[in-house]
């Protein structure tokens, strides 16, 4: 993995760089880090060695857009380009999303909101397959993950409700065990204990609740609605950049 940090300030492009080194050896991520404290040379040294897998951008180069500049040669010079912005002020967020941001972050930029990033990334880049495959007894069962309602924990199990209720099973085998594997794709999250639910039949939410397009509602615990909600809006943007593509 190859990744570019580009930012005209010195002492924040240092910091960066350093987090960013920390949590790809925390999360185990061979990656190659460059830096560069001007756009021309980012862009220059994409079009001499090609593409990098994902930009970190600052969007005010000498108190001026140019982040925003580079990253529209980026998208022309790298069609699957994975973009996060940085920036003092939310003020060009629409601006950053309509180049196809995966995140777009306030600075000062702490080691927990670079890890933020390279978990998007993550996300973005990691595809999962089109079965769930969930061992039960001495056979393996095989669920369609676009077909998944919601799971939940239930008799040292797993309840699965699909989209045509006369496919809902129940497997023997440990919720916890399933839910990382599972929460790593965008359609799925943890709304309480014991309850991942699929956002692609998420027809809204409030504050308490989860209101599913069959007209079922699940609860939302109140320890995970924030994290809920943040992935909520994760999966309508990258719902919406999916339909432009």
Known sequence: MRIAVCDDDFFDLELICKNLKFVLKELA????????????????????????????LDI???????????AREICRLDAGAKIAFLTGSREYAIEAYELGAIHY?????????????????????????????????????????????????????????????????????PFHAIEKEVCQSVSFVKIARGCIVNLEYVSRM??????????????????EYSSVRNSYNDFLFWKMKQEEG
Not at 60 to 70: A, I, P, S, T, Y
Request: proline content about 3%; aromatic content about 10%.
């Open 60 to 70: 005010m180069f000498q108190e001026r857009q140019m982040g925003l500049m580079v």
């Open 206 to 223: 409030d504050c308490a609740e989860c209101f599913l397009a069959n007209g079922e509602v699940l609860s939302i615990s109140r320890r």
């Open 29 to 56: 991520i061979a990656a190659e880090v460059t830096c560069f404290s001007d756009g021309g040379e980012l862009l220059k040294s994409i079009r001499g060695v090609g593409s990098y897998q994902l930009y970190v």
């Open 105 to 173: 972050l306030l600075k000062p930029v702490t080691e927990l909101a670079v890890k933020e990033i390279v978990q998007r990334w993550h996300m973005y880049v990691n595809s999962p397959g089109e079965y769930l495959e969930i061992p039960h007894g001495r056979e393996i069962r095989k669920f369609p993950r676009s077909q998944i309602l919601y799971m939940r924990s239930r008799e040292r199990g797993i309840e699965i409700h699909m989209k045509q209720h006369k496919w809902d099973s129940w497997v023997k085998f």
